[in-house]
């Protein structure tokens, strides 16, 4: 089946520090990707929709600016935290569907960003 | 987008047939409903989708009501390994899904 690769599973920052993770689809190509994040002991909410080769939908609430998402080939999108602060410190996951869209959507591992 | 709503939570016997419930009374006519179960510390993972007939694969079915104001997601033996929070999520415009609260099951050996 599809597979959607996400890295780094987790990764510890300091305060004011930018963070990249990546999200791959390994065995198709996904020109939307979405990313969403989760706190602890609730459900995913979407952060922004992922197209490629142009710009990011975000979400209500979700600033821009802070999160940096490029989406710069089929099969590679790429969220930045941008001046990292401690309340930003959550699961992130990225999601894509492999067409003709028989299956649902896949999801990657998720991403434990932890700001110090 | 249309919204669902789940119990909070419930349990299971081991090697019984589990029913989870899902109302999503808003629906619009060309919203498909997925269902996704999640792991502690790991990205969701697809069980099963449908639009109006009723669905089967080798995780689960899905029962969809007539008026598809309901739907149920069946795991014919419930192991230890589908203890998870189960979603139940419309696909709305855009292809996006919007997550609510979910369920989570307890399967008991």
Redesign the interface.
């Known amino acids: 089946g599809a597979v959607?690769s996400?890295h780094p599973s987790r990764v510890i920052c300091k305060s004011g520090t930018s963070v990249k993770i990546e999200c791959r689809s390994l065995d198709f190509q996904a020109t939307?990707m979405?990313w969403?994040r989760q706190f602890p002991k609730q459900?995913?909410?979407?952060m922004a929709?992922s197209n490629e080769g142009s710009k990011a939908t975000y979400e209500q609430g979700v600033e821009k600016d802070k999160f940096l998402i490029n989406h710069a080939s089929l099969t590679l999108s790429t969220l930045t935290v941008t001046s990292a602060h401690p309340e930003d410190s959550s699961?992130y996951?990225c999601?894509a569907?492999d067409p003709p869209y028989t299956?649902?959507?896949?999801?990657?591992?998720?991403t434990?960003l932890t700001v110090v | 987008d249309a919204k669902t709503t789940q119990p909070n939570s419930m349990e299971s016997n081991e090697e019984e047939p589990v029913h989870l419930p899902c109302n999503h009374s808003t629906i619009s006519g060309t919203d498909y409903i997925h269902w996704y179960r999640q792991l502690p510390s790991q990205g969701p993972e697809y069980v099963i989708h449908g639009l109006t007939s009723n669905v089967n694969n080798r995780m689960a079915s899905l029962a969809i009501a007539e008026d598809r104001k309901s739907s149920t997601l069946i795991l014919h033996r419930a192991t230890l390994r589908d203890a998870a929070v189960y979603y139940c999520i419309l696909e709305g415009a855009g292809n996006m899904l919007t997550f609510g609260g979910g369920t989570r099951l307890m399967v008991k050996p």
Not at chain 1, 43 to 46: D, E, H, I, T
Not at chain 1, 103 to 110: D, K, M, Q
């Open positions: 959607v996400q939307t979405f969403y459900s995913l909410m979407l929709t699961f996951i999601s569907r299956y649902g959507y896949t999801f990657g591992s998720g434990r």
